[in-house]
């Protein structure tokens, strides 16, 4: 008898494998775009990418880069010291988003479309100044580390963080995967009801397959001991995401943490998240452009004591623009319409958005 063979919900487990456009120096926004079908890395005039290494360990032609259809091979060109990937020596590798090519002293980052998309996020929630770079790409590692299930991810900071772990999920690994909550406390309502959670573990971790399961530190599951042993196993396909006002100090949080500073030392930048997250909320409703400055004014003076505020106002706002009315908003942003109701009803909404 034949039988058929499963599909394996994790065999894409690193849902960003779209093409490499572009390599940018580690810490920096210093970039080098991919152009043609064969090019070389090093230090000599003749160079397609001439580098400057501080270290003066990157050799005059150090490594070729050849594309094989969608995809960049790098070789290495009998240099000196060697090239390597995520840290590791290699004479040969393939690029993948992501990928951390080390070259002498300095290391080039692989960068896709959709990667590009999910390191501007981050550095929505970290912050866009030049001394935040570093900071944005050790995120970085520390996601693409828990989207390929080697370490589980750590978010540290003030407030409600499960709403930036789903938005890490989704630039990560997609909406078509699933995210769910274990909190053994969170008290079914309405305004939560739209966010899948599980009291016991383990019944979140087989829901979460193929995807995230996010939980509070200080609120773990009484199953939680049995969750761990599940996630160490190789063929693990699940994403566990911790939050907590400080890092936890479990073995099994490994990557570096990250942890949001207060919205609240960024004054300079709130406009701009405002913005940013009024553009994502345009796309997930898949309605059009309609926020306005009089819009982010409001959001930034009644809604933006918070990263998850923001991004909960200008949803509403933008959901409000498009319907005209709190019925069709509601329907739009999948809530109840008593409770976006009782939400307006505290808030004197901008000129012109109910119709």
């Given at each position: 008898m034949t039988i058929a063979t499963k599909t394996d919900l994790g065999m894409d487990a690193w849902a960003i494998d779209d093409e490499v456009v572009r390599l940018r120096?580690?810490?920096?926004?210093?970039?080098?775009?991919?152009?043609?079908?064969?090019?070389?890395?090093?230090?000599?005039?003749?160079?397609?990418?001439?580098?400057?290494?501080?270290?003066?360990?990157?050799?005059?032609?150090?490594?070729?880069?050849?594309?094989?259809?969608?995809?960049?091979?790098?070789?290495?060109?009998?240099?000196?010291?060697?090239?390597?990937?995520?840290?590791?020596?290699r004479p040969k590798v393939l690029l993948e988003p992501g990928s951390e090519l080390g070259l002498g002293g300095i290391t080039l980052i692989a960068e896709s479309p959709r990667l590009i998309a999910l390191r501007s996020f981050l550095a929505r929630l970290l912050g866009w100044s030049s001394d935040r770079c570093e900071t944005v790409d050790l995120a970085l590692r520390s996601v693409r580390l828990a989207a390929t299930r080697r370490a589980a991810l750590a978010l540290c900071g003030e407030g409600d963080l499960v709403s930036i772990a789903r938005g890490l999920h989704r630039y990560s690994l997609g909406d078509a995967q699933p995210f769910v909550l274990c909190d053994p406390k969170r008290r079914a309502t309405e305004a939560n009801a739209v966010l899948e959670n599980y009291i016991d573990g383990m019944r979140a971790f087989e829901a979460a397959a193929g995807g995230s399961m996010c939980m509070w530190s200080k609120r773990l599951p009484r199953d939680f001991a049995e969750v761990t042993t599940a996630l160490r196993d190789p063929s693990t396909r699940v994403q566990l995401i911790v939050c907590g006002l400080r890092p936890p100090d479990r073995k099994e949080l490994v990557s570096a943490p990250i942890e949001i500073p207060p919205l609240a030392s960024r004054p300079e930048e709130i406009d701009r998240v405002v913005d940013e997250y009024a553009a994502d909320a345009a796309v997930l409703l898949r309605v059009g452009a309609s926020f306005t400055k009089v819009d982010r004014d409001w959001v930034r003076m009644h809604s933006a004591t918070s990263l998850p505020e923001i991004e909960k106002g200008t949803a509403r706002i933008v959901a409000l623009r498009e319907a005209g009315n709190v019925a069709r908003a509601a329907g739009l942003l999948g809530m109840a319409h008593a409770s976006l109701g009782e939400w307006i009803g505290r808030r004197r909404l901008p000129m012109g958005t109910l119709k």
């Open positions: 120096e580690w810490g920096s926004e210093a970039v080098h775009e991919l152009i043609g079908d064969e090019l070389t890395i090093g230090s000599a005039e003749g160079s397609s990418l001439q580098l400057t290494d501080p270290t003066g360990c990157l050799s005059r032609q150090h490594v070729r880069l050849t594309r094989e259809g969608p995809r960049w091979i790098a070789r290495d060109l009998d240099s000196k010291n060697g090239m390597r990937l995520d840290g590791v020596k």
